[in-house]
Structure formats: structure tokens, C-alpha cells
């Protein structure tokens, strides 16, 4: 299904505001749904009676007729769905599409679900979605639940309207009858009603109740359709997806320009990631500093000139080597259990916090790589864009400068040229009319062929026009002419002075020689 291809607005509605757009819909394509209606219910409605007839049973044929409606909703329902996307479809073609449409899911409509209230909602699902059997109950339970209540008050109010209609239609049998038989012809028909109702009566109330449905039918299902296209832009957001697609579609023309901003700025959008770079660097080297200082304590005790063997054993031959490195000897010495515990929690959080500078500085450096990365990606592609715009110059730069653009081509000036004829047309019309155009007077001969067609309608139409009479009043007394021929010959005579009178499009030679011989014989002018 291609939503683009709608013909209606869509946006969420109340029900409302649903069953009104369904309602328009039926009636921009009156003549395909109340015909189709009309043809599919028609010869069942001829076949049922003419059965009620001969059995005496029309209480019969009124409820086969009842029963069958879903079966005449089918084409209409056919129409609109085509003619929402753009595709009119006429009244047989509706019938024949109805052999192969929607055969799967239709039948139970026609058995337990005719008397389901939200058929005019439901019917769309089964005959338009082509679901699987086990997907349709949880298909119509889903596009319900929010229009079942606008669905049933649908149906409800459809049925009160055929029932006004019918009424109506039997209270305007006594509307026609005299006052001073009033009475006489109530008692009338009661008894007739009450005891012994004739054929023609019973078939008159269901011919009644027939024009009735075929009249609120397609308002009822127009309705239905519109209920279901609003559940569905209501659960798949068409509305927005339509809307997404327009805003691509505008954005196109646009695209090439977009792209060449957007590489225009990311090379400055890249400038926090030098920053970004500096302060990494400023925190690496306060890093380094704590390392150093933390590593200057140890040294500090060994490298002061106190401790040297010079200072202590003086300038004697001593094994300080020796004396420093043997013998050795193990101090042990006893703390409380809790110092010894938070030692070892301090030496874990200094092994973590090691870590976890470890981690941050990998991944400073990785960032620090793709952001790098990604700037030389983006100079070059801007060199690149810079390249295919010097190349392309030749092509863009004179539309740039405006020496490009197409200049509107000026109005050809309309000469408007004095229409002059005799008072007494001459009785060789086109003879004179041919010579008019050899003067190079084009529409005084096309204005006294116009004139002399006037004459000739008003002889053969019995109507007298006046002086000053328009085209379309000509055209209005051509049509009581009886000749078909005659008829459309005056309209083309008419269409063709009209081109040449105010749009200042003059035929050409041949087809105006074509058009007087054409009168000449129809009319009967003299040669």
C-alpha cells in the first residue's frame, strides 16, 4: 500500500470528524457507489419479490433483502478503497472486480456476524487487509478498540434513517388523498392492513424499504471507511510517515548545499578535541609529577652525604659493600590488627586508582586517534567537495550570477481588431467569408460565420434570439434543434470564434476552408 499515493488529508480524528470524511468520500464518487449499489441489489430485489408473489410470502423477500446487505456493500466499499488512492473506478467495473475481490473473509458476514453492530468498521479489515484466518479476529479486536462505540452509533442512526425514509414514504400516500375521505380512508387502511393486505401493498412496502437502504447504503459504508482509515492512521501514525516523506521530498532539491555546510562546519566542530588534547596532556605530566615526588622520598635518604661510608668510616679500607649488604637481619616488629588492615586497603585503592589512570589515559589516547582520524577524513572530503565544485564551475557559477536563470518570455500583445459586418448578411456566406480571410480580416470572416450560424439556429429551433444574445444562449436554443449534426456543428463554430475572439488563437486555413464547406452544406447557404 502506497500511502503517498492518498487522495485525502490525513491526521487524527474523532469519530466524528471520521465519519464526515468517510461520508465525502462516498459522495465525490457518487455515481460509481450509489450506481454499483444499485445494479448489484436490483435484480435480488426483482428475483425475491417475484418469489413473495408467487408464494404469497413478501415478509420473506423484505428479510432476504435485510439479510443480503452486506453482500451490496461490497462494490462501494470496492470504490473508495480504489478511489483514495487516485484510481477512479466505475460502476460495472466495481461489479466485475466483485467474481475474484475479497472472497476469504466475506461469508461470515452473511451468517453469525449480520447482526454485529460494527460491520461498517470490521467488513473493511476482512475484504481490504487479506489477513491470514487466525490474524483476523485479532485484527478487527485491535482497529475496534477504539471505534466501536462511533461504529455502533453508526448503525444505529443508519436504521433509524430507513425507518423515517419508509415511513415517510407510507405517510405520503395520505397526504395526496381529500380531506372529506380522510377518514374513510384511515378505517381504510387499517382494515386493510390489519385483515387482508393486498399484493401490491406489501410489494409497495418493500419497493419502499428497498429505495430506502439503496439511498442511506453507501452513506452507511462511506462512513464505516472513513472509521477505519482513522483507526489506521491512528495505530501506524500515516499522518506522520506522510508527513516524513513530504519533508524528504522538499529537502532533496536542497541536499547538495546541506552537505556542503555541514562539511564547512565539522572541521570546526573539531576544535574542542585540541583542547580536549591540551588538558590531557596537562594531566598526564601533573601524573608524572606525583610520581616523581612520591619517588624522591625513598632516594632522599640514600643520597644524602651523611649516610656515605666516607663520612662514617673514613678514609680506613672497609668492605662497605660487604659491611652494607651482609650480614643482614630480619626486624619484625608487631601492630595492631586494624593498622594492618587499612595498609591493605590503602595499597588496593592505590592499585585500583593505578589502574583506573592506566584505563583513562588508553583511552584518552584512543579518542585523541579517532578524533584525528576523523578531522583528516573531513579535510578531505572537503578537498575532494572543493575539487567538484572547480570541476562543475563551468555549470553552476552562471546560474550563480544570474546569466542562468530563464527570463518568462513576454505575452504575445492581443490585437484587438474592430468586428464590422453588413446589416443584411450577403446569401453567399462562406464565399464572402473566404474572401474576408484573403484580405487578411481572419476574424471578421470567423464573426460572419458565427452570425450566419446564429441565423440558421433561430430558423431551426423555432427561437428568436436577440440582438445582443451570448454564445451560451445561442448554444442553449441550438439544443432544440432536432439534428445531432447541427448541433455539434454550431458548437464547434462557437468554440472556434470564441478561440479566435478572446484568446487570439486563429485556426489555420485549411481547417477554417474545411469549416465553411462544412456549414455551407449543412445549413444549406447558397454558394
Known amino acids: 500500500m502506497r500511502i503517498d499515493h492518498l487522495d485525502v488529508v490525513l491526521r487524527a480524528r474523532s469519530g466524528w470528524e471520521a465519519m464526515e470524511l468517510g461520508s465525502a468520500l462516498s459522495r465525490r464518487h457518487a455515481r460509481a457507489v450509489w450506481g454499483s449499489w444499485l445494479l448489484a441489489s436490483a435484480p435480488l430485489f426483482v428475483v425475491f419479490n417475484a418469489l413473495g408473489w408467487w408464494l404469497d410470502a413478501f415478509g420473506w423477500a423484505w428479510l432476504a433483502m435485510w439479510w443480503c446487505k452486506p453482500l451490496f456493500e461490497r462494490a462501494p466499499l470496492y470504490v473508495l478503497s480504489r478511489g483514495i488512492f487516485g484510481e477512479p473506478v466505475g460502476t460495472l467495473a466495481a461489479l466485475r472486480a466483485q467474481r475474484s475481490w475479497g472472497n476469504a473473509g466475506f461469508w461470515g458476514y452473511l451468517g453469525w456476524r449480520r447482526f454485529s453492530v460494527l460491520r461498517s468498521l470490521c467488513l473493511p479489515v476482512n475484504l481490504l487487509e487479506g489477513n491470514a484466518p487466525a490474524q483476523r479476529g485479532a485484527r478487527r479486536r485491535a482497529v475496534a478498540a477504539g471505534a466501536a462505540g462511533a461504529a455502533a452509533v453508526l448503525t444505529v442512526a443508519c436504521m433509524a434513517f430507513e425507518a423515517v425514509l419508509v415511513s415517510g414514504a407510507i405517510g405520503a400516500v395520505f397526504m395526496f388523498m381529500p380531506l372529506e375521505l380522510m377518514s374513510e380512508s384511515w378505517r381504510a387502511a387499517w382494515d386493510m392492513i390489519g385483515q387482508d393486505t393486498p399484493a401490491w401493498a406489501r410489494a409497495g412496502f418493500n419497493l419502499a424499504c428497498w429505495l430506502a437502504s439503496v439511498l442511506i447504503g453507501p452513506f ?22 506522510i508527513a516524513l516523506r513530504r519533508l524528504r521530498e522538499r529537502l532533496l532539491p536542497a541536499a547538495s548545499t546541506l552537505a556542503l555546510l555541514l562539511c564547512l562546519a565539522l572541521p570546526l566542530a573539531s576544535a574542542p578535541v585540541h583542547a580536549q588534547d591540551a588538558q590531557t596532556a596537562a594531566e598526564q605530566a601533573d601524573d608524572a609529577g606525583e610520581d616523581e615526588d612520591s619517588a624522591e622520598e625513598p632516594a632522599t635518604a640514600a643520597n644524602d652525604p651523611a649516610n656515605a661510608p666516607a663520612m662514617i668510616f673514613g678514609a680506613a679500607p672497609v668492605d662497605t659493600a660487604g659491611f652494607l649488604q651482609r650480614p643482614t637481619r630480619q626486624v619484625t616488629r608487631w601492630k595492631p590488627i586494624e593498622q594492618a588492615e587499612e595498609k591493605k586497603k590503602e595499597d588496593k585503592q592505590l592499585q585500583r586508582d593505578t589502574n583506573s589512570k592506566g584505563e583513562r589515559k588508553a583511552r584518552k589516547d584512543g579518542i585523541a586517534w579517532l578524533a584525528r582520524l576523523a578531522e583528516w577524513g573531513l579535510w578531505g572530503l572537503l578537498g575532494v567537495l572543493l575539487l567538484v565544485l572547480l570541476l562543475t564551475a563551468r555549470l553552476w557559477l552562471p546560474w550563480l550570477r544570474g546569466s542562468g536563470r530563464r527570463k518568462a518570455e513576454a505575452a504575445p500583445q492581443v490585437v484587438e481588431e474592430p468586428v464590422e459586418l453588413p446589416v443584411v448578411l450577403p446569401p453567399d456566406v462562406a464565399t464572402q467569408a473566404g474572401l474576408l480571410w484573403d484580405q487578411g480580416r481572419p476574424r471578421q470572416a470567423l464573426a460572419l460565420l458565427y452570425r450566419a450560424s446564429v441565423r440558421t439556429v433561430g430558423e431551426r429551433s423555432g427561437i428568436a434570439l436577440p440582438p445582443g444574445a451570448t454564445e451560451a444562449q445561442c448554444l442553449r436554443a ?8 447541427d448541433r455539434d456543428l454550431f458548437a464547434r463554430i462557437v468554440r472556434m470564434w470564441q478561440y479566435a475572439a478572446y484568446g487570439g488563437r486563429l485556426p489555420s486555413r485549411a481547417d477554417f476552408d474545411a469549416l465553411a464547406d462544412t456549414l455551407r452544406r449543412q445549413y444549406r447557404w447558397l454558394a
Open 220 to 241: 452507511y459504508v462511506g462512513a464505516g471507511f472513513g472509521l477505519y482509515l482513522n483507526r489506521r492512521t491512528q495505530m501506524e501514525a500515516w499522518d506522520v510517515e
Open 478 to 485: 441550438s439544443r432544440r434543434m432536432p439534428d445531432a449534426t
